[in-house]
């Protein structure tokens, strides 16, 4: 079982609605990512929050809109998305020591319809 | 950016052979994971390596870090079934500037092992 929880599984969603990914970790990490990830291709970074602040924006367009509402919590709020933007979205945490692994959830299979 | 080269990017082999991946760069590493993801899952650290010349065996893997800490592989022996599935090396470089956390993913091998 994996430690970093993400719901939902899978979601579909037409190009004119507003939803939600949620992600949660209890291990105290204060680093926390998203990544999107297409098929049998490597994990692509989005978006870092370290001590619930943004650190990284990789240039992800406006309709990906980041939050962290606390240090447990990660959300990725979508809308307006297009047919492209399916693929698997990542959330993985990290403590703060400098060489230290991600941990990953299992992540939301996204279809955009 | 930063590129991490990974070879192959599909390997296909029988039950009971042996496999190795490889992953490099032009830059020096602090250091380097390894993951391996398997269909509807998120990834899942098999090891880190932090010491240049680093040996770490897990089971039937066995890891190296280059020397110079630009390079890694991962040997699997006699491959089982239950191997399969994309390999990916990941790595934080010590001269990267903004990148508290941020770690850069090689391209991934695909590993299938047949009965």
């Known amino acids: 079982d994996t430690e970093v929880t993400q719901t939902p599984k899978h979601l579909v969603m037409g190009m004119t609605n507003k939803k939600s990914l949620k992600c949660e970790q209890h291990m105290g990490h204060r680093a926390m990512y998203w990544y999107k990830q297409k098929a049998k291709k490597p994990p692509e970074l989005m978006f870092v929050?370290?001590?619930?602040?943004?650190?990284i924006n990789e240039s992800v367009p406006s309709r990906f809109s980041p939050e962290c509402p606390n240090s447990s919590l990660l959300n990725l709020h979508l809308h307006a998305l297009q047919p492209e933007d399916s693929a698997l979205y990542l959330c993985?945490?990290?403590?703060?020591?400098?060489?230290?692994?991600?941990?990953f959830g299992n992540g939301t299979r996204l279809t955009v319809t | 950016t930063q590129l991490l080269e990974q070879s192959p990017q599909f390997l296909s082999i029988q039950e009971g052979e042996n496999l190795t991946v490889y992953c490099n760069s032009s830059?020096?590493?602090?250091?380097l994971q390894w993951y391996r993801q398997e269909p509807g899952e998120g990834p899942v650290l098999l090891v880190t390596v932090v010491t240049g010349g680093e040996v770490k065996k897990l089971k039937r893997l066995t890891f190296q870090f280059g020397d110079a800490r630009k390079d890694s592989s991962l040997h699997i022996t006699a491959a089982q079934p239950g191997d399969t599935g994309l390999y990916l090396c990941a790595g934080v470089w010590e001269d990267t500037t903004d990148s508290w956390g941020k770690f850069q993913f090689g391209a991934g091998t695909q590993v299938v092992v047949t009965p």
């Open positions: 929050y370290s001590y619930e602040k943004l650190s």
């Open positions: 993985a945490s990290r403590s703060n020591s400098y060489n230290s692994p991600l941990h």
């Open positions: 830059s020096v590493f602090s250091s």
